[in-house]
């Protein structure tokens, strides 16, 4: 895509292209975290051949609620207990078996790609070990410290709850109006994102997660951003 004559925006095609490319290259990159992965949508005979029929799915993402008010409880035992970590680090299964005690928060994150915005779109919900579901006050409690900031601070990273468009449940999501715009502000400030040589499709996700992702503490690896395949 050229840099002068983009508009922040990704066709549905593109958006498939981008969202394989990404799940490859995290699955090399992070080989021991929770995969991305592609959801397909049945064909349905009333859907239009270009209409994306999937989605990106991360699911079963666990963070550690803060351990300090098992500090005491810990403090008059001998046996040495494993280290905490923190709210917005994440853990796999052998961590979780380990700290058992600890409260623990799962994070299902989708992204759906909107036909009438042509960007991704971040959903998301949350729930507790005990499988009950997170209201949108408890959830901002388990976010990093610094999402409150980002969410109040930017006039389009804002959570709203509506249907999931695919399995059309209540879900969470961060509201897409002013992603094109960021999302070309960003491709044309940092050279490293491809610049005159034009936008690369396979950094599209990387970047606009990095960004809408810091307002839900969802991360991605400095790794992710090589531009050609490795």
């Given amino acids: 895509m050229d840099i002068s004559s983009w508009d922040g925006t ?11 490319a990404f799940t490859e290259k995290w699955k090399r990159i992070n080989p021991v975290l929770p995969p991305w992965s592609w959801v ?17 799915s991360l699911e079963n993402m666990c963070i550690l609620r803060s351990c300090e008010e098992d500090h005491d409880e810990k403090s008059h035992k001998g046996n040495e207990e494993p280290n905490c970590l923190g709210k917005d680090e994440y853990i796999d299964n052998a961590t979780l078996v380990q700290s058992y005690r600890q409260d623990v928060r799962y994070f299902d994150f989708h992204i759906v790609y909107s036909a009438s915005y042509r960007v991704p779109v971040l959903y998301f919900r949350t729930y507790s070990s005990d499988g009950q579901p997170l209201l949108l006050e408890d959830i901002e409690k388990e976010l990093p410290g610094n999402s409150t900031n980002v969410l109040m601070e930017s006039k389009w990273t804002f959570i709203t709850q509506e249907e999931h468009p695919y399995l ?38 990387s970047s606009w997660i990095s960004m809408v992702g810091q307002a839900v503490g969802l991360k991605v690896p400095l790794e992710m951003f090589n531009k050609r395949k490795e």
Avoid: I
């Fill in 10 to 20: 990704l066709s549905s095609s593109d958006f498939c292209l981008a969202a394989h």
């Fill in 40 to 56: 397909p949508r049945p064909k349905s005979p009333w859907l239009a051949s270009h209409e994306v029929e999937g989605y990106l």
């Fill in 168 to 205: 059309n449940r209540p879900w969470y999501k961060l509201h897409p109006c002013g992603t094109s715009e960021w999302m070309k502000l960003l491709f044309l400030t940092d050279p490293s994102l491809g610049g005159s040589q034009g936008v690369p499709v396979e950094l599209y996700l």
